[in-house]
């Protein structure tokens, strides 16, 4: 995880460092900080590039990186496969190795067609005069641009925003469509910025023609000067989506089963086909789990209490997401090594649980008479929210899955005096450019789970504790893909499969846009580094080469028909009642949704975002 910037001036006076405020980029690389200033080159342009290092590979590489040859490299990124970093190797420097042995475009791109894992790049290579920058196809790594109104900033490309910036309107996140190419000699010569555009290819024209409305549509007509698609060709790392529709939508005995889906009913649907297709499934995202857990530094000395912290955090739930990725990092995290699961509750007003939520108090009490902190009957506590009870509830099946394991269950409890000053102080800028009121809601929730301050519960008794861990593993990209959301199930009862599949597609597509960047900045913020293992490009493939009847079945009820597929595979694992719970989106899970305007529109233009930047 690295912060990288660079500002090009296409006028005769160089960017002056001191007038920036680089505080959001260090935050997310607080290892090491460096600053490079080509002045005037060729008395036409001068670049300023900054990078920013969180060290989790290798031997602690500064950015930026700059070569005999005058060429400047920042790399924000994770290679897991595609191109060979040995564990003991920073992929950063095996990168910059690779790119500056190009002899042309086409090597450039054939380098970035083979990689899999997150990145954003920008690569300044002196002999072209040209400025390379993007972001992975799935846009899992924050990169965000500013055409300026004058040629002393005309272009600027940055993790995050700065902190105050004047313009941040103008802000925009790269369009994750493929890479681009800035040619800076001939931009000075005009005095303005021209952009090539090599998008990412499939094996048919449509793929190429999606993302070009795709840059269109972030309205940035006026800022991009000239768009075109150059010769060279870059591979998209994923298949295509089986679009297979079935001629005949067999009911069989779906309908049969009531709404009140229980374990036994999943286990009944497991047919031959879905066993070896949950085994397939847990096979490639095992593996997805794997590169991300694996290669981080960790003691030598595994025996001392010093060695005995948590490099992994899940963002959890309890719900069936974050339940796989915590059984398949146990398989792969060193047995004595702790993993932090962190459990976000904002607290809940006594007015708005009346009577209506009289099944709540019942839960809570349950879970709290199991945790030993119920103080009396009818005992109402505050944070014990939807998503506390079921990530309690997961942690004990977990506990059973392996009892030799150390689950540190953090309970982070958020009132909204702290969520308005942390909002006002960090949050607003680091979801910029976005800015719904959704964008606020999850951009909160997240950045307090991932920071990672709350309780521990040792020995019956609640300490403070604040997780180590430098990687965040996130369950998004399983909703996505296996038709999670409840939107999901209103288009397939409009339009069939061919609607959802339609759906299923747009989501993907729009991922970068939607939610990656945003959920990078926010994570990234607290020197962390988010993974993203269901959004790996060999799970994406396994899953996209299925029929979707396969994956999903929105004819049976919640909790059972979305993320079916899913649900077989925590089965199989030896997960319990997790896997039927029914998708509850972390704004509501974690109630931050109910401490705001409850008029509000989830689409609607945030006003606490907005007033916050300007004050």
């Not at 591979?235 to 089963?257: D, F, G, H, W, Y």
């Not at 992994?312 to 997401?321: E, K, P, T």
Request: glycine letters at 6%.
């Amino acid at each position: 995880m690295c912060g990288i910037c660079c500002i090009v001036s296409l006028s005769g006076t160089a960017v002056n460092p001191s007038n920036l405020d680089e505080s959001n980029l260090r935050r997310r690389g607080p290892d090491s900080s460096h600053q490079v200033l080509l002045t005037k080159y060729a008395d036409k342009y001068s670049c300023f590039f900054s990078g920013h290092v969180l060290h989790l590979r290798g031997e602690l590489t500064p950015q930026p990186l700059q070569d005999s040859n005058g060429n400047i490299f920042l790399w924000n990124g994770e290679v897991f496969d595609g191109v060979d970093v040995p564990d003991t190797d920073n992929d950063t420097q095996v990168m910059f190795q690779h790119i500056t042995s190009c002899d042309n475009d086409q090597d450039i791109l054939s380098l970035f067609s083979k990689i899999h894992g997150p990145w954003a790049f920008i690569y300044y290579q002196k002999k072209t005069h040209n400025l390379w920058f993007g972001r992975d196809f799935f846009g899992r790594r924050s990169l965000l641009w500013r055409f300026g109104k004058s040629p002393e900033q005309a272009l600027c490309l940055t993790s995050v925003a700065e902190v105050h910036c004047e313009d941040v309107t103008q802000l925009h996140e790269v369009p994750a469509s493929g890479i681009f190419k800035c040619n800076l000699s001939s931009c000075a010569e005009s005095t303005s910025i021209k952009l090539t555009l090599y998008s990412w290819m499939s094996t048919t024209e449509i793929g190429q023609l999606e993302n070009e409305q795709k840059i269109v549509s972030d309205g940035l007509e006026n800022y991009l000067f000239r768009t075109e698609y150059g010769d060279g060709r870059l591979i998209s790392p994923v298949t295509p989506l089986n679009r297979k529709i079935p001629e005949l939508l067999a009911e069989s005995n779906s309908q049969t089963l009531s709404n009140s889906v229980g374990l036994e009913d999943l286990k009944m649907l497991m047919s031959e086909v879905h066993n070896e297709n949950a085994k397939s499934f847990i096979k490639v995202l095992s593996s997805a789990v794997r590169k991300r857990v694996l290669c981080l530094p960790r003691g030598k000395n595994v025996v001392t209490s010093e060695a005995k912290r948590a490099s992994v955090a899940i963002l959890f739930s309890g719900g069936i997401d974050s339940m796989m990725l915590a059984a398949l990092a146990d398989k792969h995290i060193p047995s004595e090594e702790p993993i932090d699961l962190l459990n976000v509750a904002f607290m809940m007003k006594i007015e708005n649980t009346k009577i209506q939520n009289s099944s709540l108090k019942k839960k809570q009490a349950s879970v709290s008479s199991h945790q030993g902190d119920a103080k009396a009957p009818g005992y109402f506590n505050p944070f014990n929210v939807p998503d506390r009870i079921t990530g309690r509830m997961g942690l004990e099946e977990l506990k059973c899955l392996n009892p030799s394991r150390i689950w540190n269950f953090v309970e982070i409890n958020v009132q909204s005096e702290e969520l308005e000053q942390m909002r006002q102080q960090y949050i607003a800028q680091l979801v910029q450019p976005l800015s719904t009121v959704l964008d606020d809601s999850i951009g909160c929730a997240i950045w307090f789970a991932s920071r990672g301050i709350g309780m521990l519960r040792c020995s019956d008794e609640m300490k403070p504790y604040t997780s180590t861990s430098k990687v965040v593993l996130t369950g998004i990209g399983a909703d996505e893909q296996l038709a999670g959301y409840s939107r999901h199930r209103v288009k397939f009862n409009r339009e069939g499969y061919r609607g959802l599949l339609e759906e299923l597609s747009m989501e993907l597509g729009r991922i970068s846009s939607r939610n990656l960047g945003r959920d990078d900045r926010i994570i990234g913020d607290h020197g962390k580094e988010a993974r993203f293992p269901f959004l790996d490009e060999e799970v994406v493939s396994f899953l996209n080469s299925l029929p979707v009847w396969e994956k999903t079945n929105l004819l049976l009820a919640r909790g059972l028909g979305e993320k079916l597929l899913l649900r077989m595979a925590a089965v199989t694992l030896g997960l319990g009642n997790s896997s039927v719970l029914p998708k509850r989106a972390i704004q509501f899970g974690s109630r931050i949704a109910k401490m705001e305007n409850r008029n509000e529109k989830a689409s609607d233009k945030c006003s606490r975002l907005q007033t916050d930047l300007i004050q």
